[in-house]
């Protein structure tokens, strides 16, 4: 069964340094979604691809955050440089174009942690 | 900007019990989506809901859309230990162009054996 593939699947990091993940969608899928995960709340969105263009990035942290997908496919998250506050799960996940079904596949997630 | 509220937070029940997280919203939902997390685990799609009223059945697990479609149900009978994990509702927007989901904070479903 395809799955959403992420790298690396743990990071630890010290504040103010630069860090990168990376996301490989299910093959075919033209959405893309990067979410954070806080301990014991649920997911939320940073930001939305649809192909190599990016529909909704409100909630990303722009000063430090940023996102990009350059052919449609793959996609990486970066954060420079990185605070305590950004301790997270990271996750990517991905859907088809289909209009009314539009579940989304979520990769295992990078847990990232500022010291 | 939209929020999903999602109760209770914590369930503990004994195996062969029944168990129900509800979901609202602070406004009408085109459509809402319904995932389970195992522990370590990322988010797994259960289900969408789409029409007001709309009630889908998945073995134990029944789901239920409101008529306002602003709040909807997850109950599970008989729960099974398999069943451990934490259960969030999505709710996406009704307006138009709008693409976010909304994740709730979720439902941990704590059984015990």
């Known amino acids: 069964e395809a799955e959403v593939a992420q790298s690396p699947r743990y990071k630890i990091t010290e504040k103010s340094q630069a860090v990168a993940f990376w996301c490989d969608p299910i093959s075919g899928h033209a959405t893309l979604y990067w979410y954070r995960q806080i301990l014991g709340q649920g997911p939320e969105l940073l930001v939305q691809?649809?192909?190599?263009?990016?529909?909704?990035d409100s909630q990303l942290p722009k000063d430090r955050f940023s996102a990009e997908r350059l052919k449609g496919v793959d996609s990486t998250l970066k954060i420079q440089p990185a605070e305590l506050g950004d301790s997270a799960m990271y996750l990517c996940?991905?859907?088809?174009?289909?209009?009314?079904?539009?579940?989304?596949?979520f990769g295992p997630g990078t847990r990232l942690t500022v010291l | 900007g939209q929020q999903v509220m999602q109760i209770p937070q914590y369930q503990h029940v004994q195996e062969g019990e029944d168990f129900t997280t509800y979901c609202n919203s602070s406004t009408t939902l085109s459509n809402i989506q319904w995932y389970k997390q195992r522990p370590g685990g990322h988010p797994v799609f259960l289900i969408q809901l789409v029409k007001s009223g709309e009630v889908k059945k998945q073995k134990r697990l029944t789901f239920q859309f409101g008529e306002a479609k602003k709040n909807s149900s997850l109950h599970i009978t008989a729960t099974q230990t398999t069943d451990v994990g934490t259960y969030f509702c999505a709710g996406r927007q009704g307006r138009a162009g709008s693409y976010q989901l909304t994740f709730g904070k979720g439902t941990k479903l704590s059984v015990i054996p």
């Open positions: 996940a991905s859907s088809s174009r289909g209009p009314l079904r539009d579940e989304q596949f």
């Open positions: 691809f649809q192909d190599e263009s990016v529909v909704d």
